[in-house]
């Protein structure tokens, strides 16, 4: 188990630097000056040099990664262009907010989404059981975004049920959780069919298994067969998924930010990358890049609690 660990970690640090240098390398080839946007039209070419130089511009692209890097190294991940605010401090704000809207989008998923499933698998080919298919099947087919504008079209402006933008009183807790439902289920809709379906088949794909049949012919109980043999085994793929979930949800969380109003990390890496401002881009990259592979890391560990089989392997490995 602790060799395991120590395989996964280093993997998670090859990984989170090489999709950190990738994207933030990306930003350099978007069309746009940052020092145009500070400036403004009516700047001087003197201007435009003295502040290109100020901000590390004049570098070649790779020494200014080596200097991100370098930095990242001493935990200083730059300052906002406009700002010149610490990115560290930019992105410790807008992060709870995120992480918060993550979590519950992929907390209702897993509260409506595997019982969904559940209930599928043990009345297979009944109404419900269609019912549930063809409601999975539209919100899978539903982007975040998409989900977004049309919960914001029902609730917030034609039904006046919950607000529409922004965080709420941070203060008031009954206030937050309010302006966190609309977001949260935007997020939260594709992947409650998602782990619908993939509940369903799961369950279904063990319950032909050769032990659960002994199990019967055992004279078990249908019940105590189901919950305790069956749905074990099923629920590893699901956990396997939940992981990728999460990375998807701090994805998703971009789009579902800039319809809320929210002040999130997605809304501030959004507002980076249309001012080129270099700095936030790449610390936003490498935050949600390590968020995404911390995610999986867990979704991987979880796996030797849910099958000591697994942990067996793993440890004779």
Same mark, same amino acid.
């Given at each position: 188990?602790?060799?395991?660990?120590?395989?996964?970690?280093?993997?998670?640090?090859?990984?989170?630097?090489?999709?950190?240098?990738?994207l933030?390398?990306?930003?350099?080839?978007?069309?746009?000056?940052?020092?145009?946007?500070?400036?403004?039209?009516r700047?001087?070419?003197s201007? #435009?040099?003295?502040?290109?130089?100020?901000?590390?511009?004049?570098?070649?692209?790779?020494?200014?990664?080596?200097?991100?890097?370098?930095?990242?190294?001493?935990?200083?991940?730059?300052?906002?262009f %406009?700002?010149?605010?610490?990115?560290?401090?930019?992105?410790?704000?807008?992060?709870?907010?995120?992480?918060? =809207?993550a $979590?519950?989008?992929?907390?209702?998923a897993?509260?409506?989404?595997?019982?969904?499933?559940?209930?599928?698998?043990? *009345?297979?080919?009944?109404?419900?059981?269609?019912?549930?298919?063809?409601?999975?099947?539209?919100?899978?087919?539903?982007?975040?975004?998409?989900?977004?504008?049309?919960? =914001?079209?029902?609730?917030?402006?034609?039904?006046?049920?919950?607000?529409?933008? !922004?965080?709420?009183d941070?203060?008031?807790?009954?206030?937050? /959780?309010?302006h %966190?439902?609309?977001?949260?289920?935007?997020?939260?809709?594709?992947?409650?069919?998602?782990?619908?379906? %993939?509940?369903?088949?799961?369950?279904?794909?063990?319950?032909?298994?050769?032990?659960?049949?002994?199990a019967?012919?055992?004279?078990?109980?249908?019940? @105590?067969v189901?919950?305790?043999?069956?749905?074990?085994?099923? &629920?590893?793929?699901?956990v396997?998924?939940?992981?990728?979930?999460? !990375? #998807?949800? /701090?994805?998703?969380?971009?789009?579902?930010?800039?319809?809320?109003?929210?002040?999130? /990390?997605?809304?501030?890496?959004?507002?980076?990358?249309?001012?080129? +401002?270099?700095? $936030? $881009?790449?610390?936003g990259?490498?935050?949600? #890049?390590?968020?995404?592979?911390?995610? +999986?890391?867990?979704?991987?560990?979880?796996? *030797?609690? @849910?099958?000591?089989? &697994?942990q067996y392997?793993?440890?004779?490995?």
């Open positions: 188990m602790l060799s395991y660990l120590i395989k996964r970690l280093g993997m998670t640090v090859v990984v989170v630097f090489l999709s950190t240098l990738f933030a390398s990306l930003v350099h080839f978007i069309p746009g000056d940052p020092v145009r946007t500070i400036l403004g039209p700047a001087t070419p201007m #435009s040099a003295r502040v290109r130089e100020e901000m590390g511009l004049d570098k070649p692209i790779p020494l200014q990664l080596l200097d991100f890097f370098t930095g990242v190294l001493r935990g200083d991940l730059g300052s906002d %406009l700002t010149h605010q610490p990115v560290t401090r930019m992105i410790g704000q807008a992060l709870p907010h995120t992480l918060i =809207l $979590v519950a989008g992929l907390g209702l897993i509260l409506l989404g595997i019982p969904l499933g559940i209930y599928s698998a043990a *009345h297979p080919n009944t109404w419900v059981d269609r019912v549930t298919g063809i409601v999975s099947v539209a919100f899978i087919s539903l982007p975040a975004y998409v989900a977004g504008l049309l919960l =914001l079209l029902c609730f917030a402006v034609l039904f006046r049920l919950f607000p529409a933008i !922004g965080v709420g941070r203060s008031d807790p009954v206030d937050y /959780l309010r %966190l439902i609309l977001p949260s289920a935007a997020l939260a809709m594709l992947w409650i069919g998602y782990l619908a379906r %993939l509940v369903r088949a799961s369950v279904l794909e063990v319950l032909n298994a050769n032990y659960i049949r002994t019967f012919a055992y004279g078990l109980s249908e019940r @105590l189901f919950y305790k043999y069956a749905l074990k085994n099923a &629920i590893i793929p699901t396997a998924m939940l992981g990728i979930g999460m !990375g #998807s949800l /701090l994805g998703g969380a971009i789009f579902v930010e800039v319809i809320f109003t929210r002040p999130g /990390l997605g809304r501030l890496m959004f507002d980076a990358i249309s001012s080129r +401002n270099y700095p $936030v $881009v790449r610390g990259v490498l935050v949600t #890049s390590l968020l995404f592979v911390l995610a +999986n890391l867990l979704a991987d560990l979880s796996y *030797h609690f @849910l099958d000591p089989r &697994i392997q793993e440890t004779r490995q």
